[in-house]
């Protein structure tokens, strides 16, 4: 429990760090244009928007994370406004960002980079990130998907009551699906944008001391 509060106290210090408003402002706007893309071939409708916010979340922690969620899902709207604007629907977005954060922040320590600038790798913690990687995008498709989501379309009435438990095998089958693809991008993209984010900022460090 300490770590936690730990992990929200660090994530809040983030804010008023230049880098972290810039990089998270440059991952909102490359899931505005990832959403854009989205493929849809019948009952399944893939969406790659969700990893941009799992960088923020890895990177900054939870706070950042559950503004960064908030902020998509409000400039998605505006951008591409479709039906009422229902503030819940935010809400939910933000919890996304939220969960990420918890579960990656600060505890992807497989790879790093040493003062020469070369990459040392730790197997046993590039494993133990892996499980976390499993971990964040389950509970997404649990909490935020298929629970949370699929109550708010039977409370909003954009599924009828009668429906709902059809609904819930329907939407389990899509997500066990759309997660053979999630997971193998998140094993490839999350630690790349980690060691990318590690370069530029640790080469950024090193001119400034010159």
Known sequence: MKGFFNSIVMSAKEFKKLRTLTVTAMLIAA???????????????????????????MLFGPCVGFTAGLACDIVGYIAHPTGAFLPAYVL?????GLIYGIILYHKAYGTEIDNAGK????????IAFIIRIIAARLCDVIIINLLINTALNLHYGFIPAAAYSTAIVARVTKNVLELALDLPLLFAILPAALMAYKRVFRMQTRRAKV
């Open 119 to 126: 990459l040392s790798v730790n197997a046993k913690k590039n």
């Open 92 to 96: 939910v977005a933000g919890f996304q």
């Open 31 to 57: 899931s505005m244009f990832i959403e854009m893309f989205t493929i849809d071939i019948g009952f399944i409708k893939l969406n790659f928007a969700f990893i941009a916010i799992s960088v923020i979340g």
